[in-house]
């Protein structure tokens, strides 16, 4: 069984720009969440997606966004990128919400310049 | 708001040594603590403790859950080079669906 995929797995942006993170959880998982992780703040929850619903979104300004496809393939966007925006983004799937270990992806590492 | 506290944040010990890393929590109406392995990128699933779950062992690896203390901590026995890593500890609130609070994680080296 496939696991968590992430593409793609590095990207270098310019402050201003915007960009799109893609995530393909295991086959028959159906939640999705997605995770920031820097130095010294460790992972920061960002939001959690389920039947194409948003459940539950982290403490993130409006320009962090996202969504869910019918097939649980999940996607998020950062717009106007800003420095601080630099990180692992780590995607996590599970069968179901909640009580269940998630599956991390590999991450998208950013860089913003 | 919901929090973890790990530590020690870094740790340096040599092979066969044995560590405790700690775990501290604040959550309102807890569900559960979990242990992840972070190597290179993607962090790997290691124990879930619950109130009706509260000792955890494999292998080398085990991890007790305090809840009076609300506190856990992970011990790794005749460590390994292999067990070079950062160690997370999460929680999980009844009401938060997938949403786990992550603390800053312990890097743990094991020098041969």
């Known amino acids: 069984k496939a696991g968590v995929t992430q593409t793609p797995r590095y990207l270098i942006k310019t402050r201003g720009q915007q960009v799109t993170l893609s995530c393909s959880p295991i086959?028959?998982?159906?939640?999705v969440s997605w995770y920031q992780q820097t130095p010294g703040q460790g992972l920061q929850f960002l939001f959690e997606y389920f039947s194409e619903t948003q459940r539950n979104k982290g403490n993130f300004p409006g320009r962090f966004s996202g969504r869910q496809f019918s097939n649980s393939r999940s996607e998020m966007n950062v717009s106007t990128l800003e420095l601080g925006d630099s990180a692992l983004y780590l995607c996590?799937?599970?069968?179901?919400?909640?009580?269940?270990?998630?599956?991390f992806g590999s991450g998208t590492q950013l860089s913003v310049l | 708001e919901d929090k973890v506290v790990q530590s020690p944040l870094s740790l340096v010990v040599h092979e066969g040594d044995t560590v405790t890393l700690n775990c501290s929590y604040e959550v309102t109406n807890f569900r559960s603590l979990l242990w992840y392995k972070q190597e290179k990128k993607a962090p790997t699933f290691l124990f879930m403790l619950t109130s009706s779950g509260i000792e955890k062992k494999s292998g080398r690896l085990s991890s007790i859950l305090d809840k009076k203390e609300l506190s856990s901590i992970l011990n790794i026995t005749a460590t390994q080079t292999g067990d070079s890593a950062i160690y997370l500890c999460?929680?999980?609130?009844?009401?938060?669906?997938?949403?786990?609070?992550f603390g800053e994680g312990t890097q743990l080296t094991v020098n041969p």
């Open positions: 999460a929680v999980e609130a009844l009401t938060s669906g997938s949403r786990l609070t």
């Open positions: 996590a799937s599970s069968v179901l919400r909640g009580s269940e270990k998630l599956f």
């Open positions: 086959s028959g998982h159906r939640s």
